[in-house]
């Protein structure tokens, strides 16, 4: 396990080029925003996709939609509605062969964001739901990581009220939440986290006052023996790796890395757009921190990049993204996988 963090100079490594970027079988709806996990149960990795919204940014296109990825055929089938609301901007995350969903918020009449408390299991061998304690403060475009198969940990986010400073954490085991840890620095939303082992690289966000992207990254390393006790640093940056909306997660394709693709460097509201109705441009290089070498690297650029993910899922040795908003403000159905770099060690 990894156990501890030396913050002292952090070379770049430093690679160049066009990454591999295939497109795999597309989602059955166009999403946006849409919750993402995977799982692998006996040997076999499956994909979902949750929620999201489609179309036009109005409250009738919040999506309830599930759908699942089987990898050895390579296609897509629908699942039944996820039960609730439709919502966009929850988090997803697999765990020991099953999916947990929470959070995400509902649109009123009027456009404004109303945060939702609701957390589910689903068993995908039995393709059912399952509600679970809801979040002690319902949040919405928050980070959530996994420890030790039994917790997890979801990280700042927003609701009506402003920016929740707290890291929420649920045992999954027990089924009941634990009393919150404290959250590093300034409320997030947006923001982006993996995890290798008990060490957390978070990265990017935004303030829910301020329409402005933060650029730092943070490390959190999670005590072994109790996992509210997490400390907090700040990583020293990498110009890119603080993005809103990217896809991100911990892998251990070639070494132990924490990796960021997509989203945007610019703020921007749901539709992808900024304050004065500009598009803004999705951000196509791929960086990585190097958990071992205590580095950050430059992976490449992507061929095609998108905004408002929320989350990066791992199949058969690349990352992969699933909807988001595209070229022209599309939200679309894309899958698409890249491949790493051969980086060394």
Known sequence: ????????????????????????????????????????????????????????????????????????????????????????????????????LMGGYTLNKDGDAQALADVWRYEPLRQQFERLPALPTPVFDSAVIGFKQRYLLVMSGRNAAGGVNEVQILDIIAEKWLPPAPFVGTPLYGHSAGAIDNLIVLCGGAKPTAAVVRTECYSGLINEKNVQDIRWKVLPAIDGAG???????????????????????????????????????????????????????????????????????ELNGGLVTLGGIERNLRVTQAVRRFEPPLVQN
């Open 1 to 100: 396990m990894w156990r501890a963090l030396a913050l002292g100079l952090i070379s770049t490594a430093l690679s160049a080029g066009t990454l591999n970027q295939i497109a795999l079988a597309p989602l059955p709806q166009a999403a946006a925003g849409n919750a993402v996990a995977r799982v692998e149960i006996a040997g076999r990795v499956r994909m979902f996709s949750f929620f999201g919204i489609n179309g036009e940014m109005q409250p009738g296109n919040l999506l309830r939609h599930a759908a699942e990825f089987d990898a050895d055929f390579g296609n897509w089938h629908a699942l039944p509605p996820v039960p609730g609301e439709g919502r966009v901007g929850a988090s997803a995350i697999g765990v020991n062969g099953k999916v947990y």
């Open 243 to 313: 993005r809103l909306f990217a896809g991100a997660t911990g892998t251990r394709i070639n070494g132990q890395h924490v990796v960021f693709a997509g989203g945007s460097l610019a703020w921007h509201q749901l539709n992808g757009t900024d304050h004065d109705a500009r598009p803004v441009s999705a951000h196509d290089e791929v960086v990585a921190y190097n958990v071992a070498l205590q580095r950050w690297e430059r992976w490449g650029r992507l061929p095609i990049s998108g905004l408002n993910y929320r989350g990066l899922l």
